[in-house]
Protein backbone atom coordinates (compact mmCIF):
# COMPACT_ATOMS: atom_id res chain seq x y z
CA UNK A 1 0.00 0.00 0.00
CA UNK A 2 1.58 3.42 -0.87
CA UNK A 3 1.15 6.83 0.64
CA UNK A 4 -1.21 8.06 -1.81
CA UNK A 5 -3.55 4.80 -1.09
CA UNK A 6 -2.66 5.42 2.72
CA UNK A 7 -3.83 9.16 2.69
CA UNK A 8 -6.84 8.58 0.85
CA UNK A 9 -8.00 5.70 3.20
CA UNK A 10 -6.96 7.83 6.33
CA UNK A 11 -8.86 10.91 5.19
CA UNK A 12 -11.93 8.52 4.04
CA UNK A 13 -12.22 6.69 7.42
CA UNK A 14 -10.69 9.20 10.18
CA UNK A 15 -13.80 8.43 12.38
CA UNK A 16 -12.61 4.84 12.09
CA UNK A 17 -8.93 5.32 13.37
CA UNK A 18 -8.83 3.62 16.93
CA UNK A 19 -5.74 5.92 18.47
CA UNK A 20 -5.77 9.82 17.78
CA UNK A 21 -3.20 10.81 20.12
CA UNK A 22 -0.04 12.81 19.65
CA UNK A 23 2.73 14.04 21.53
CA UNK A 24 3.88 17.58 20.14
CA UNK A 25 7.63 18.18 21.34
CA UNK A 26 8.88 21.63 20.88
CA UNK A 27 10.76 24.42 22.63
CA UNK A 28 9.47 27.57 20.55
CA UNK A 29 6.41 28.15 22.22
CA UNK A 30 4.60 29.56 19.17
CA UNK A 31 5.59 27.36 17.37
CA UNK A 32 4.11 24.48 19.61
CA UNK A 33 0.86 25.99 20.69
CA UNK A 34 0.19 26.68 16.50
CA UNK A 35 0.56 23.36 15.83
CA UNK A 36 -1.19 22.31 18.75
CA UNK A 37 -4.01 24.50 18.41
CA UNK A 38 -4.74 23.27 14.79
CA UNK A 39 -4.22 19.71 15.14
CA UNK A 40 -6.90 19.93 18.55
CA UNK A 41 -9.14 21.55 15.62
CA UNK A 42 -8.92 18.46 13.20
CA UNK A 43 -10.09 16.47 16.06
CA UNK A 44 -6.69 14.93 17.71
CA UNK A 45 -5.82 14.30 21.06
CA UNK A 46 -3.38 16.75 21.32
CA UNK A 47 -0.37 17.03 24.25
CA UNK A 48 2.70 19.36 23.94
CA UNK A 49 5.59 19.40 25.99
CA UNK A 50 8.10 21.94 25.87
CA UNK A 51 11.30 19.95 26.91
CA UNK A 52 12.46 16.53 25.86
CA UNK A 53 12.89 14.97 29.01
CA UNK A 54 9.30 16.08 30.12
CA UNK A 55 8.24 14.50 26.51
CA UNK A 56 9.67 10.92 27.13
CA UNK A 57 8.45 10.95 30.75
CA UNK A 58 5.12 11.33 29.39
CA UNK A 59 5.06 9.28 26.38
CA UNK A 60 7.08 6.21 29.03
CA UNK A 61 3.73 7.05 31.41
CA UNK A 62 1.01 7.10 29.12
CA UNK A 63 1.93 6.19 25.41
CA UNK A 64 0.89 8.15 22.43
CA UNK A 65 -0.11 7.43 18.71
CA UNK A 66 2.35 9.46 17.55
CA UNK A 67 4.96 11.40 18.28
CA UNK A 68 5.92 15.05 16.48
CA UNK A 69 9.32 15.60 17.50
CA UNK A 70 11.45 18.91 17.18
CA UNK A 71 15.37 18.23 16.28
CA UNK A 72 17.24 21.70 17.58
CA UNK A 73 16.43 22.10 21.23
CA UNK A 74 18.79 22.84 23.82
CA UNK A 75 18.83 20.31 26.65
CA UNK A 76 18.96 17.68 24.58
CA UNK A 77 18.15 17.17 20.64
CA UNK A 78 15.34 15.03 19.05
CA UNK A 79 17.80 13.03 17.49
CA UNK A 80 19.01 11.93 21.64
CA UNK A 81 15.54 11.92 22.86
CA UNK A 82 14.14 9.91 19.53
CA UNK A 83 16.68 7.68 20.24
CA UNK A 84 16.19 7.18 23.64
CA UNK A 85 12.11 6.53 23.19
CA UNK A 86 13.19 3.69 20.55
CA UNK A 87 15.36 1.93 23.78
CA UNK A 88 12.13 1.14 25.92
CA UNK A 89 9.80 -1.33 25.22
CA UNK A 90 7.05 1.23 26.06
CA UNK A 91 7.25 3.76 23.18
CA UNK A 92 9.76 1.58 20.99
CA UNK A 93 7.27 0.83 17.95
CA UNK A 94 5.82 4.94 18.38
CA UNK A 95 6.55 6.36 14.56
CA UNK A 96 8.29 9.67 15.20
CA UNK A 97 8.27 12.70 12.92
CA UNK A 98 10.81 14.89 13.18
CA UNK A 99 10.31 18.76 12.65
CA UNK A 100 13.43 20.49 11.24
CA UNK A 101 14.40 23.55 9.02
CA UNK A 102 17.55 20.92 8.36
CA UNK A 103 17.31 20.04 4.12
CA UNK A 104 20.71 18.62 4.30
CA UNK A 105 20.93 14.25 3.46
CA UNK A 106 23.20 13.94 6.38
CA UNK A 107 20.67 15.31 8.93
CA UNK A 108 17.68 13.58 7.57
CA UNK A 109 19.89 10.46 7.58
CA UNK A 110 20.65 10.95 10.95
CA UNK A 111 17.00 11.41 11.67
CA UNK A 112 16.23 8.05 9.93
CA UNK A 113 19.29 5.88 12.11
CA UNK A 114 17.68 7.41 15.26
CA UNK A 115 14.24 5.87 14.88
CA UNK A 116 12.58 8.34 12.64
CA UNK A 117 9.80 7.43 10.08
CA UNK A 118 9.32 11.14 8.45
CA UNK A 119 10.56 14.89 8.20
CA UNK A 120 8.40 17.94 8.49
CA UNK A 121 10.27 20.84 6.88
CA UNK A 122 10.12 24.19 9.00
CA UNK A 123 8.22 26.45 8.41
CA UNK A 124 5.45 23.79 8.09
CA UNK A 125 2.25 24.24 6.36
CA UNK A 126 -0.60 22.87 7.77
CA UNK A 127 -1.86 20.44 5.05
CA UNK A 128 1.56 18.81 4.67
CA UNK A 129 1.12 18.33 8.61
CA UNK A 130 -2.10 17.05 8.02
CA UNK A 131 -1.35 14.66 5.45
CA UNK A 132 1.88 12.83 7.23
CA UNK A 133 0.01 12.66 10.28
CA UNK A 134 -2.66 11.16 8.89
CA UNK A 135 -0.75 8.93 6.70
CA UNK A 136 1.24 7.75 9.70
CA UNK A 137 -1.52 7.61 12.47
CA UNK A 138 -3.45 5.23 9.49
CA UNK A 139 -0.42 3.05 8.99
CA UNK A 140 0.48 2.65 13.53
CA UNK A 141 -3.56 1.99 13.95
CA UNK A 142 -3.36 -0.30 11.13
CA UNK A 143 -0.04 -1.61 12.72
CA UNK A 144 -1.62 -1.45 16.13
CA UNK A 145 -4.55 -4.13 14.36
CA UNK A 146 -2.41 -5.78 13.16
CA UNK A 147 -0.95 -6.49 16.37
CA UNK A 148 -4.57 -6.90 18.29
CA UNK A 149 -5.42 -9.56 15.47
CA UNK A 150 -2.19 -11.51 15.86
CA UNK A 151 -2.22 -11.50 20.05
CA UNK A 152 -6.03 -12.65 19.22
CA UNK A 153 -5.02 -15.35 16.97
CA UNK A 154 -2.33 -16.64 19.30
CA UNK A 155 -4.76 -16.59 22.17
CA UNK A 156 -6.91 -18.83 20.34
CA UNK A 157 -3.97 -20.93 18.89
CA UNK A 158 -3.05 -21.84 22.55
CA UNK A 159 -6.37 -22.19 23.66
CA UNK A 160 -6.90 -24.70 20.53
CA UNK A 161 -3.30 -26.16 21.65
CA UNK A 162 -3.94 -25.99 25.44
CA UNK A 163 -7.47 -28.11 24.36
CA UNK A 164 -5.53 -30.56 21.68
CA UNK A 165 -3.29 -31.06 24.63
CA UNK A 166 -5.79 -31.87 26.77
CA UNK A 167 -7.87 -34.44 24.77
CA UNK A 168 -4.48 -36.04 24.11
CA UNK A 169 -3.67 -36.51 27.73
CA UNK A 170 -7.79 -37.92 27.73
CA UNK A 171 -6.61 -40.29 25.09
CA UNK A 172 -3.59 -41.20 26.52
CA UNK A 173 -5.18 -42.17 29.54
CA UNK A 174 -7.73 -43.89 27.94
CA UNK A 175 -5.23 -45.86 25.60
CA UNK A 176 -3.34 -46.48 29.22
CA UNK A 177 -6.32 -47.97 30.90
CA UNK A 178 -7.03 -49.99 27.92
CA UNK A 179 -3.66 -51.16 27.53
CA UNK A 180 -3.19 -51.85 31.35
CA UNK A 181 -6.63 -53.76 30.85
CA UNK A 182 -6.03 -55.23 27.50
CA UNK A 183 -6.26 -58.95 29.35
CA UNK A 184 -9.36 -58.55 31.23
CA UNK A 185 -11.88 -58.76 28.20
CA UNK A 186 -15.78 -57.36 29.41
CA UNK A 187 -18.30 -54.85 29.07
CA UNK A 188 -20.88 -55.47 31.42
CA UNK A 189 -21.69 -53.70 34.33
CA UNK A 190 -19.80 -55.90 36.83
CA UNK A 191 -16.28 -55.91 35.02
CA UNK A 192 -16.50 -52.30 34.62
CA UNK A 193 -17.77 -52.02 38.16
CA UNK A 194 -14.42 -54.08 38.85
CA UNK A 195 -12.08 -52.27 37.37
CA UNK A 196 -12.79 -48.88 38.22
CA UNK A 197 -12.66 -50.12 41.98
CA UNK A 198 -9.37 -51.56 41.06
CA UNK A 199 -8.06 -47.84 39.36
CA UNK A 200 -9.39 -46.53 42.38
CA UNK A 201 -6.65 -48.45 45.12
CA UNK A 202 -3.71 -48.69 42.35
CA UNK A 203 -1.98 -45.38 43.32
CA UNK A 204 -2.25 -46.66 46.44
CA UNK A 205 0.07 -49.14 48.23
CA UNK A 206 -2.99 -50.42 50.40
CA UNK A 207 -3.01 -53.88 50.44
CA UNK A 208 -5.94 -55.38 48.31
CA UNK A 209 -7.88 -58.63 48.64
CA UNK A 210 -9.33 -60.16 45.25
CA UNK A 211 -12.65 -62.62 45.67
CA UNK A 212 -13.43 -64.49 42.71
CA UNK A 213 -14.37 -68.16 41.72
CA UNK A 214 -10.95 -70.72 40.11
CA UNK A 215 -11.14 -69.41 36.58
CA UNK A 216 -12.40 -65.97 36.46
CA UNK A 217 -9.27 -64.15 36.12
CA UNK A 218 -7.91 -62.84 39.60
CA UNK A 219 -4.63 -62.46 38.60
CA UNK A 220 -4.91 -60.81 35.57
CA UNK A 221 -6.76 -58.53 37.74
CA UNK A 222 -4.00 -57.84 39.78
CA UNK A 223 -1.21 -57.30 37.12
CA UNK A 224 -4.07 -55.27 36.13
CA UNK A 225 -3.65 -53.02 39.53
CA UNK A 226 -0.19 -53.51 39.38
CA UNK A 227 0.71 -52.07 36.09
CA UNK A 228 -1.94 -48.67 37.30
CA UNK A 229 0.51 -48.28 40.38
CA UNK A 230 3.38 -46.27 40.77
CA UNK A 231 5.37 -49.64 41.52
CA UNK A 232 4.47 -50.45 37.82
CA UNK A 233 7.96 -50.25 36.73
CA UNK A 234 9.24 -53.12 38.28
CA UNK A 235 7.87 -56.56 37.88
CA UNK A 236 4.94 -58.23 39.95
CA UNK A 237 6.08 -61.37 41.67
CA UNK A 238 3.54 -63.90 42.38
CA UNK A 239 3.06 -67.23 44.39
CA UNK A 240 0.85 -69.69 43.90
CA UNK A 241 -0.62 -70.55 48.07
CA UNK A 242 -2.50 -73.25 47.10
CA UNK A 243 0.46 -75.40 45.10
CA UNK A 244 3.06 -76.01 47.58
CA UNK A 245 3.03 -77.64 50.55
CA UNK A 246 3.49 -75.84 53.91
CA UNK A 247 6.74 -77.18 54.16
CA UNK A 248 8.06 -75.35 51.60
CA UNK A 249 5.71 -71.79 51.26
CA UNK A 250 7.83 -70.26 54.15
CA UNK A 251 11.13 -71.00 52.15
CA UNK A 252 9.33 -69.70 48.99
CA UNK A 253 7.93 -66.73 50.67
CA UNK A 254 10.91 -66.08 52.69
CA UNK A 255 13.83 -67.20 51.86
CA UNK A 256 16.74 -69.37 53.22
CA UNK A 257 20.00 -70.19 54.11
CA UNK A 258 22.32 -72.85 52.59
CA UNK A 259 21.59 -75.74 54.94
CA UNK A 260 18.91 -74.13 56.78
CA UNK A 261 17.29 -77.61 57.29
CA UNK A 262 17.61 -80.74 55.52
CA UNK A 263 18.13 -80.57 51.56
CA UNK A 264 18.81 -76.97 51.19
CA UNK A 265 21.74 -77.26 49.69
CA UNK A 266 21.94 -73.80 48.16
CA UNK A 267 21.11 -70.31 49.55
CA UNK A 268 17.79 -69.13 48.13
CA UNK A 269 15.91 -65.77 48.23
CA UNK A 270 12.62 -65.27 49.00
CA UNK A 271 9.55 -63.66 47.32
CA UNK A 272 9.34 -60.47 49.65
CA UNK A 273 12.87 -59.98 49.09
CA UNK A 274 12.80 -60.52 45.35
CA UNK A 275 9.19 -57.85 45.09
CA UNK A 276 10.89 -55.24 47.36
CA UNK A 277 9.81 -52.22 45.65
CA UNK A 278 6.95 -53.80 43.77
CA UNK A 279 4.42 -55.75 44.13
CA UNK A 280 3.57 -59.29 45.21
CA UNK A 281 0.80 -61.42 44.45
CA UNK A 282 -0.17 -64.41 46.61
CA UNK A 283 -2.62 -66.12 45.28
CA UNK A 284 -5.83 -68.41 46.99
CA UNK A 285 -4.70 -67.39 50.33
CA UNK A 286 -6.85 -69.12 51.87
CA UNK A 287 -4.97 -72.19 51.37
CA UNK A 288 -2.28 -71.12 53.55
CA UNK A 289 -1.50 -73.01 57.14
CA UNK A 290 -2.56 -71.23 60.17
CA UNK A 291 1.19 -71.60 61.25
CA UNK A 292 1.99 -69.97 58.05
CA UNK A 293 -0.39 -66.90 58.52
CA UNK A 294 0.58 -66.24 61.88
CA UNK A 295 4.03 -65.77 60.34
CA UNK A 296 2.74 -63.86 57.17
CA UNK A 297 0.50 -61.22 59.61
CA UNK A 298 3.98 -60.00 61.16
CA UNK A 299 4.67 -59.35 57.56
CA UNK A 300 2.00 -57.48 56.76
CA UNK A 301 2.19 -55.53 60.25
CA UNK A 302 5.85 -54.64 60.12
CA UNK A 303 6.87 -55.46 56.27
CA UNK A 304 9.66 -57.38 58.33
CA UNK A 305 11.23 -61.33 58.04
CA UNK A 306 14.03 -63.60 58.64
CA UNK A 307 15.22 -66.29 56.14
CA UNK A 308 15.54 -69.91 57.15
CA UNK A 309 18.63 -70.57 59.01
CA UNK A 310 19.71 -66.65 59.49
CA UNK A 311 18.38 -64.84 62.49
CA UNK A 312 18.90 -60.95 60.69
CA UNK A 313 15.38 -59.46 60.56
CA UNK A 314 15.34 -58.03 57.03
CA UNK A 315 12.77 -55.36 55.47
CA UNK A 316 10.77 -54.66 52.50
CA UNK A 317 8.84 -52.30 50.88
CA UNK A 318 6.54 -54.51 49.14
CA UNK A 319 2.79 -53.93 47.93
CA UNK A 320 0.17 -56.80 49.24
CA UNK A 321 -2.24 -58.43 46.67
CA UNK A 322 -4.04 -61.62 47.62
CA UNK A 323 -6.68 -63.41 46.29
CA UNK A 324 -8.97 -65.96 47.23
CA UNK A 325 -11.83 -68.69 45.55
CA UNK A 326 -12.79 -69.07 49.69
CA UNK A 327 -15.47 -67.46 51.93
CA UNK A 328 -12.56 -66.12 54.22
CA UNK A 329 -15.12 -64.43 56.53
CA UNK A 330 -16.72 -68.00 57.12
CA UNK A 331 -13.35 -69.48 57.31
CA UNK A 332 -12.74 -67.36 59.95
CA UNK A 333 -16.25 -67.95 62.02
CA UNK A 334 -15.20 -71.94 61.40
CA UNK A 335 -11.22 -71.14 62.68
CA UNK A 336 -9.49 -72.27 59.61
CA UNK A 337 -8.91 -68.51 58.53
CA UNK A 338 -6.98 -66.01 61.23
CA UNK A 339 -9.56 -62.96 61.76
CA UNK A 340 -6.14 -60.45 62.58
CA UNK A 341 -5.04 -61.50 58.83
CA UNK A 342 -8.57 -61.34 57.54
CA UNK A 343 -8.67 -57.83 58.43
CA UNK A 344 -4.87 -56.86 57.53
CA UNK A 345 -5.57 -58.70 54.35
CA UNK A 346 -8.91 -57.22 53.68
CA UNK A 347 -8.22 -53.41 53.39
CA UNK A 348 -9.72 -52.97 49.90
CA UNK A 349 -11.47 -55.93 48.42
CA UNK A 350 -12.70 -56.22 44.62
CA UNK A 351 -14.64 -59.05 43.08
CA UNK A 352 -14.12 -61.27 40.21
CA UNK A 353 -17.50 -62.00 38.97
CA UNK A 354 -18.49 -65.22 37.56
CA UNK A 355 -18.78 -66.06 33.60
CA UNK A 356 -22.79 -67.09 34.60
CA UNK A 357 -23.20 -63.53 35.61
CA UNK A 358 -21.53 -62.00 32.78
CA UNK A 359 -22.93 -64.19 29.60
CA UNK A 360 -23.27 -61.03 27.75
CA UNK A 361 -19.64 -61.17 27.72
CA UNK A 362 -19.25 -64.22 26.29
CA UNK A 363 -19.50 -63.38 22.50
CA UNK A 364 -16.35 -60.89 23.18
CA UNK A 365 -14.60 -63.19 24.76
CA UNK A 366 -15.23 -66.03 22.35
CA UNK A 367 -13.44 -63.26 19.57
CA UNK A 368 -10.73 -62.34 22.04
CA UNK A 369 -9.54 -66.71 22.45
CA UNK A 370 -10.25 -66.99 18.57
CA UNK A 371 -7.71 -64.08 17.76
CA UNK A 372 -5.22 -65.49 20.09
CA UNK A 373 -5.20 -68.84 18.88
CA UNK A 374 -5.81 -68.05 15.24
CA UNK A 375 -2.30 -67.22 14.05
CA UNK A 376 -0.29 -70.24 15.92
CA UNK A 377 -3.39 -73.08 14.51
CA UNK A 378 -2.72 -71.12 11.12
CA UNK A 379 -6.65 -70.95 10.67
CA UNK A 380 -9.02 -68.19 10.28
CA UNK A 381 -12.38 -67.76 11.65
CA UNK A 382 -15.24 -66.10 9.75
CA UNK A 383 -17.87 -66.46 11.59
CA UNK A 384 -20.08 -68.45 14.65
CA UNK A 385 -23.38 -69.72 14.30
CA UNK A 386 -25.64 -67.50 16.37
CA UNK A 387 -27.43 -71.12 18.16
CA UNK A 388 -23.46 -71.50 19.08
CA UNK A 389 -23.56 -68.26 21.44
CA UNK A 390 -26.83 -68.84 22.36
CA UNK A 391 -26.05 -72.62 24.18
CA UNK A 392 -22.73 -71.16 25.52
CA UNK A 393 -24.51 -68.05 27.13
CA UNK A 394 -27.16 -70.83 28.69
CA UNK A 395 -24.50 -73.08 30.10
CA UNK A 396 -23.45 -71.89 33.79
CA UNK A 397 -19.54 -71.87 33.30
CA UNK A 398 -18.48 -73.97 36.71
CA UNK A 399 -15.19 -73.39 35.59
CA UNK A 400 -15.46 -70.03 34.37
CA UNK A 401 -13.00 -67.98 31.65
CA UNK A 402 -10.44 -70.76 31.92
CA UNK A 403 -13.03 -72.96 31.28
CA UNK A 404 -14.26 -71.13 28.30
CA UNK A 405 -11.11 -70.73 27.02
CA UNK A 406 -10.51 -74.33 26.73
CA UNK A 407 -14.07 -75.24 24.82
CA UNK A 408 -12.64 -72.53 22.22
CA UNK A 409 -9.00 -74.04 21.59
CA UNK A 410 -10.77 -77.46 21.61
CA UNK A 411 -12.93 -76.42 18.60
CA UNK A 412 -10.16 -74.48 16.57
CA UNK A 413 -8.22 -77.77 16.79
CA UNK A 414 -10.85 -79.54 15.42
CA UNK A 415 -12.51 -76.92 13.05
CA UNK A 416 -11.84 -77.54 9.49
CA UNK A 417 -13.37 -74.27 7.66
CA UNK A 418 -14.37 -70.41 8.65
CA UNK A 419 -17.18 -71.17 10.34
CA UNK A 420 -16.35 -72.27 14.00
CA UNK A 421 -19.27 -74.64 15.68
CA UNK A 422 -19.20 -74.34 19.02
CA UNK A 423 -20.66 -76.49 22.19
CA UNK A 424 -20.66 -76.11 25.79
CA UNK A 425 -19.04 -79.15 28.08
CA UNK A 426 -21.00 -82.24 29.04
CA UNK A 427 -20.84 -83.91 31.89
CA UNK A 428 -18.38 -83.63 34.68
CA UNK A 429 -18.57 -79.67 34.44
CA UNK A 430 -22.46 -80.09 34.77
CA UNK A 431 -22.67 -82.67 37.24
CA UNK A 432 -20.20 -79.92 39.50
CA UNK A 433 -23.18 -77.35 39.50
CA UNK A 434 -26.13 -79.90 39.43
CA UNK A 435 -26.99 -77.66 42.76
CA UNK A 436 -27.06 -74.21 40.47
CA UNK A 437 -29.56 -72.41 42.37
CA UNK A 438 -32.92 -71.98 40.21
CA UNK A 439 -32.30 -68.38 40.46
CA UNK A 440 -29.10 -68.21 38.88
CA UNK A 441 -30.26 -70.71 35.85
CA UNK A 442 -33.57 -68.72 35.29
CA UNK A 443 -31.46 -65.42 35.21
CA UNK A 444 -29.13 -66.70 32.59
CA UNK A 445 -31.76 -68.05 30.42
CA UNK A 446 -33.59 -64.52 30.42
CA UNK A 447 -30.62 -63.21 29.53
CA UNK A 448 -29.52 -65.04 26.65
CA UNK A 449 -33.15 -64.89 25.44
CA UNK A 450 -33.07 -61.02 25.38
CA UNK A 451 -29.49 -61.65 23.59
CA UNK A 452 -31.02 -63.64 21.10
CA UNK A 453 -34.23 -60.52 20.42
CA UNK A 454 -31.31 -57.71 20.37
CA UNK A 455 -33.14 -56.96 23.70
CA UNK A 456 -36.52 -56.41 22.69
CA UNK A 457 -38.82 -57.40 25.68
CA UNK A 458 -42.69 -56.75 23.87
CA UNK A 459 -44.09 -57.81 20.52
CA UNK A 460 -44.25 -60.87 18.42
CA UNK A 461 -40.66 -61.06 18.11
CA UNK A 462 -39.72 -59.88 21.51
CA UNK A 463 -38.54 -61.79 24.74
CA UNK A 464 -41.56 -62.14 26.53
CA UNK A 465 -43.29 -63.88 23.80
CA UNK A 466 -40.80 -66.26 23.17
CA UNK A 467 -40.28 -67.00 27.02
CA UNK A 468 -44.33 -67.34 27.02
CA UNK A 469 -44.83 -64.45 29.95
CA UNK A 470 -46.54 -61.06 29.39
CA UNK A 471 -44.10 -58.18 28.84
CA UNK A 472 -45.18 -56.45 32.26
CA UNK A 473 -44.58 -59.61 34.02
CA UNK A 474 -41.15 -60.02 32.54
CA UNK A 475 -40.02 -56.80 33.41
CA UNK A 476 -40.91 -57.76 36.94
CA UNK A 477 -38.36 -60.42 37.00
CA UNK A 478 -36.23 -58.68 35.27
CA UNK A 479 -35.66 -56.10 37.78
CA UNK A 480 -35.94 -58.42 40.38
CA UNK A 481 -32.91 -60.47 38.98
CA UNK A 482 -30.89 -57.28 38.21
CA UNK A 483 -30.80 -57.68 34.89
CA UNK A 484 -30.42 -54.42 32.76
CA UNK A 485 -29.51 -53.78 29.25
CA UNK A 486 -25.61 -53.56 28.37
CA UNK A 487 -24.48 -49.79 27.67
Not at 162 to 182: A, M, P, S
Not at 267 to 285: C, V
Request: hydrophobic share 40%; glycine share 6%.
Amino acid sequence: MNGESVNKMASKNDKMILARDILIVDDEIPNLKLMAQFLAQEGYQVRPAEKPQIAIDSALAQPPTLILLDVRMPEMDGFEACERLKQDERTRDIPVIFISALQDVQGRVRGFEAGGVDFISKPFQEEEVLARVRTHLALRNMQLHMEDLVEKRTAEIKKLKDQIEQENIYLRKEIEVKHKHEEIIGNCELVRKMLSEAEQVAKTDSTVLIFGETGTGKELLARAIHNLSLRKDRQMVTLNCAALPATLLESELFGREKGAYTGAMTRQIGRFEIADGSSIFLDEIGEISLDMQAKLLRVLQERQFERLGNPQTISVNVRIIASTNRDLARAVAEGRFREDLYYRLNVFSVTVPPLRDRIEDIPLLVWAFIKEFEKPMGKAIEKIPQKSIDALQQYPWPGNIRELKNVIENAMIISKGRILQLNPPVGLSLNLHKDLKLEVVERNHIIAVLNKTSWRVSGQKGAANLLGLKPTTLESRMKKLGITRPK
